[in-house]
């Protein structure tokens, strides 16, 4: 299995801009995971998906941000319009329950 | 509710020295427990996990005790090298399915 995919590796967008990543889960995995990581909040998790559900978006900062899982294989966070304090790592994992995470390898966005 | 408490680094330490990060979790049930590491410019990997009370969790010459009695999950390493330089992190799995609480991380440098 080549893991968990995340595209872009690296986002650089303007203010006010649209911005879409993506994730790829591990094929079997019932568990989507999207986590931001900054060095003044260390890892929060935004959102998480079981079975495509969105269980808990409380950590989605705001209505800027959305994510959806439309099927098994992928998903998408989505922030409109964005802002420099959206610059950060933004992580995607999945799981099955209970076995621990397997985490992508990220996308640094700089919103500018 | 759940949380996870690091020591807090940065911690540094020669090359071939013992390391040992503390973390302790407060948890209603029995949760698992997970190391995980980051190597700078790339995601999480898991390192090593346990699952019940007394567990070891054993990898790369990292090894961890699950200990109920005093809810700690400290990481140690009998010799460590400069690739072991990176930021780990201590994780519990809430009973509530699938999400992972994470301590805020600590950052190991290892000097030769």
């Known amino acids: 299995d080549a893991g968990v995919i995340q595209s872009p590796r690296h986002e650089v967008t303007e203010m006010g801009q649209e911005v879409t990543l993506r994730c790829k889960p591990i094929?079997?995995?019932?568990?989507l995971f999207w986590y931001r990581q900054t060095m003044m909040r260390g890892l929060e998790l935004l959102i998480y998906?079981?079975?495509?559900?969105?269980?808990?978006d409380s950590g989605m900062p705001e209505d800027r941000f959305s994510a959806k899982m439309p099927n098994a294989s992928f998903s998408t966070l989505k922030i409109q319009p964005s802002e420099p304090r959206d610059s950060a790592v933004y992580f995607c994992?999945?799981?099955?329950?209970?076995?621990?995470?397997?985490f992508g390898s990220g996308t640094r966005l700089t919103v500018v | 509710g759940d949380s996870v408490t690091q020591m807090e680094g940065p911690v540094t330490l020669s090359e071939e020295a013992f390391l040992t990060i503390n973390c302790t979790y407060t948890?209603?049930?029995?949760?698992?427990l997970f190391w995980y590491v980051q190597y700078p410019g790339e995601g999480l990997q898991l390192l090593l996990k346990a699952t019940k009370a007394d567990d070891k969790g054993s990898n790369k010459g990292f090894e961890a005790t699950y200990r109920k009695e005093t809810t700690s999950f400290h990481l140690e390493k009998g010799s460590v090298q400069v690739s072991d330089s990176a930021v780990y992190f201590c994780?519990?799995?809430?009973?509530?399915?699938?999400?992972?609480?994470f301590g805020q991380g600590t950052e190991l440098s290892v000097k030769p």
């Open positions: 994992a999945s799981s099955l329950q209970g076995e621990g995470y397997t």
């Open positions: 094929s079997g995995h019932d568990y």
């Open positions: 948890a209603t049930g029995y949760p698992s």
């Open positions: 998906f079981n079975n495509n559900v969105p269980i808990d």
């Open positions: 994780a519990l799995g809430d009973n509530q399915g699938g999400k992972l609480i």
